[in-house]
């Protein structure tokens, strides 16, 4: 299911943008996954709502398996933010 493993897509995205992870700073990498993923589960909503392009029996696996994959980075994103959060709150106070 390589082609539908989304973070083998971000590489791909960026391969095709022309932009490297290793050359990135740390807040532009983060924020250029975010926009991808949020664009992933954008385009996967309306392919699942809207078109009629989904008779495909493989669906019933790609589809879930590429929206757990949206939600398992953005569950991520959320936790990692709170981390920062509590850093921060903890930092002030020292």
Avoid at 11 to 31: I, K, N, T, Y
Avoid at 48 to 69: C, G, H, I, R, W
Wanted: hydrophobic letters at 40%; glycine letters at 4%.
């Amino acid at each position: 299911m390589n082609n539908f493993n989304l973070e083998y897509q971000y590489q791909m995205f960026l391969q095709r943008v022309g932009l490297s992870e290793s050359q990135m700073p740390a807040d532009q990498r983060r924020e250029i996954k975010i926009a991808f993923m949020a664009a992933m589960g954008q385009m996967l909503m309306i392919c699942v709502n809207d078109l009629n392009s989904f008779k495909n029996p493989l669906v019933t696996e790609a589809v879930p398996y590429m929206s757990d994959q949206i939600k398992e980075f953005f569950a991520n994103q959320i936790d990692h933010a709170e981390k920062e959060k509590h850093r921060g709150s903890t930092n002030k106070m020292n």
